[in-house]
């Protein structure tokens, strides 16, 4: 018999994890916000392979402190303000704790009934919470699931899509006529790697032209590009509109576009990867309009909604579709439930086939702060954003660079060129204070910061902003 | 601002969720290993959505225990032995928790370098415990990466295979030409949906012939496959060896396959998803013979390596292919240390873009059971298989469906029709105390017993025979 690890020591142990955590959030203020070692620093100092007989846990917390913590970006540190936030929050840590040491696996109702069923009402709550169109609840043909990433729901709405377009052919002959997928110039990146992957190639991806002032979508573009497709004897398959772009947090007209795709019968699938979190409250709802048209939206409460990574929510309109393009049912996976009909096998509506038990971290976060709770959480991020964006705009040394209707800011020097505004990204981050990213947009180099560590607070923020102000010099 | 659970409340509520864990695997062996309740159970006690002000961790803790333990299927039950484990262990739960707590996204080494190099390193000694071919270290051109599951790492396998197989114009063209993906009859659904995944349809999978005593794979109708698709002007692309398949765990002759695929050029992958965690007891590495043709190769930590799900290693051997293969590279993930080229960024190695930390988990594993304590493991299940295929095999009522090189066993009624084995499957589960499933062997009704739960002694594996032995009748 192997030697594990009994409930009690799991528990004298586990209370010395949770206490090490408890600590870095208590301190996490303090700390650069990035590391400043080269590549390799960590690596180089981890010995060639484990010890033949184990290791107290006392020495992996130990390392923990030495090694790996300093090797870190930081990000639920109050000064990361980069890429979009992964925040996550006490909560959602607990609930993925109650996941991890239940260890079931989800890939049927059958093998985990409750990991099943609990992801079904949680998505359904978040439809409720914020305001979806009827059409993606669990009560009718459509219904959520939990993926691990917008990269991943991007990939499935092609895959059903394809199904689609294909009159169902494609689970049979595969690629075998020029199916096109449409995004603007400002779509995720994602797009494309999921077209990569369904096997259109980058001739697949027709980039449709965005507003120079909005950066949103030309639903014009749009239908000219399909037009011009069907003329030629290509067949469009999906149309991928963003609320809340990556560059910019830009809003794609979805009224027009889904308009258009019920046209022409082409799938459309709205990615609201970080702005979907802002529909939780009523006031920033604007920016869903047009969602009783899609085919498929998705949004990730591990960016903005206090979840931790991994957790996408992801809805159809009809599941069966989805289903039908995705299953694949061998042996040793039949069981009378998934027989009868009557439950839902989560597998079929992914990629992999096992899943981990993510519905009860985002049980954790919504029962532990209630509606209220988390609007407020949104809203302070946005009045926080605005704060920011008002000192941005009474500096004439600065320009805001694309609107910011969330809690991104875009913006750049007024003067200097492109390497100007890099510079100062490099000085403002050098301090270890905090960590902005970058984009560009129409070409320019352009700052973005994001807010989005529930630990940040407006001293944060003008932190950010005196620090930015003074290396502009 | 939003109210938060402040590092106090999570050092208490952490507390009582760690004590909740320890109580669950503390009575785990008490508890009906299945839930009896009818689909529905859970959704139907749950309210329509969440409260306006939030609930205490209490309270969650409270409805964990009333609502969703009892409908759960509990993987870690001694008396679990049903499809193949997905184990988990407290060092695992504790990485885990570690990993939640940080919260940070290793989609680039730029925002976390720990977690990328400590990923790189932990594969690297995975490598060397399972004495893999060098060529999969990260000291030459190959490495590896944990991807969430072997069904994920068939399909970037796939691709990276149809970047090979295009000479590279499959990233622009996509899916042109009849690509083929071979596999035996006996391999995972994961190759078709793979293969379905990438656009190759189900047209593009050659299903071949496995050898009916090993249920091995058939080098000589593999051979014969591709000929008859080269002489066809299909393309050979991919060949999928599996080391311990999931219906029986059979072993593909990889040294054959592999001289096959070298000759015409074909990709090989080896899926050894559940049986690579055998590799590490030098005793069980005939298994891996072989392997030092393959391009890629998967096992999962997840399933009988005591880390919990989830957790796939996967190797390549040349890892530019693969990262030439998935690439897309938007301006806001443009950083210094990327185009260095000193760095790995793991987002080019898999389908989402976002990363947990999922290293840290393997980690806490290696150095907590170290080497000998990982073999103890193994190989104390492998000998209560072996204990139970002596029983199976001493009593004429059964006999034994295949061979059971690691811990898994086949087994069926001697005398009967289908109906007959799949009723006693049916009565013992009925009993809650275990819980087997089930495949076709050979077109007949098998049991699965599969040893996998680290809480699983000689005492639970003969209760399992006892009860079998009476349902027999």
Chains 1, 2 share one sequence.
Not at 13 to 23: L, Q, R
Not at 31 to 45: C, E, F, I, N, Y
Request: with cysteine; net charge negative.
């Amino acid at each position: 018999m192997a030697e594990h690890m009994d409930p009690e020591e799991f528990r004298r142990a586990g209370h010395a994890v949770v206490d090490w955590i408890a600590d870095y959030w208590a301190t996490l203020g303090q700390r650069p916000v990035t590391s400043q070692d080269p590549p390799g620093a960590l690596a180089a100092a981890l010995p060639a392979g484990p010890t033949a007989h184990g290791e107290p846990v006392a020495a992996l917390l130990a390392d923990l402190d030495a090694l790996v913590a300093p090797r870190l970006t930081h990000w639920q540190h109050p000064g990361f303000f980069g890429y979009f936030p992964a925040n996550t929050s006490g909560p959602s840590v607990l609930g993925d704790l109650v996941s991890s040491g239940l260890g079931v696996q989800g890939m049927l109702w059958a093998s985990a009934p409750a990991c099943t069923e609990l992801e079904t009402v949680m998505l359904d709550w978040l439809a409720g919470l914020l305001g979806l169109p009827e059409r993606f609840r669990s009560t009718g043909p459509g219904g959520g699931v939990i993926q691990d990433s917008a990269s991943s729901a991007t990939l499935v709405a092609t895959l059903a899509a394809l199904h689609r377009a294909s009159g169902g052919r494609w689970r049979q002959v595969g690629v075998d006529r020029r199916y096109r997928a449409y995004t603007s110039t400002e779509g995720h990146s994602s797009i494309e790697k999921a077209a990569r992957i369904a096997g259109l190639g980058r001739d697949g991806v027709r980039v449709v032209a965005a507003d120079p002032q909005t950066l949103a979508m030309d639903p014009d573009a749009l239908r000219a590009a399909i037009r011009a497709d069907v003329a030629a004897g290509d067949v469009p398959a999906i149309v991928v509109a963003t609320i809340g772009t990556t560059s910019t947090t830009a809003v794609d007209p979805v009224p027009q576009i889904g308009a258009i795709c019920a046209e022409y019968g082409v799938w459309l699938h709205v990615d609201a990867a970080y702005a979907g979190a802002a529909a939780v409250c009523p006031e920033l709802r604007w920016s869903h309009a047009g969602l009783e048209y899609a085919d498929s939206y998705c949004f990730d409460p591990h960016k903005w909604l206090l979840t931790g990574f991994d957790c996408d929510a992801f809805w159809v309109a009809d599941s069966a579709e989805l289903v039908e393009a995705l299953t694949v049912l061998p042996e040793f996976l039949r069981n009378a439930a998934s027989d009868s009909g009557a439950v839902v096998d989560y597998r079929d509506w992914q990629v992999p086939l096992g899943r981990r038990f993510r519905a009860l971290k985002l049980w954790f976060v919504l029962r532990w702060y209630g509606v209220e709770g988390l609007r407020a959480h949104v809203r302070s991020h946005v009045a926080l954003a605005d704060r920011f964006a008002a000192r941005v705009r009474a500096d004439d040394r600065f320009v805001l660079a694309a609107p910011h209707p969330f809690s991104l800011v875009c913006f750049r020097l007024a003067a200097g060129d492109d390497e100007a505004s890099a510079g100062l990204l490099e000085r403002v981050n050098a301090t270890g204070r905090v960590f902005l990213t970058h984009t560009r947009v129409a070409g320019r180099f352009t700052l973005r910061l994001a807010i989005g560590s529930p630990l940040t607070t407006q001293a944060h923020v003008d932190d950010a902003w005196e620090l930015v102000a003074s290396a502009a010099g």
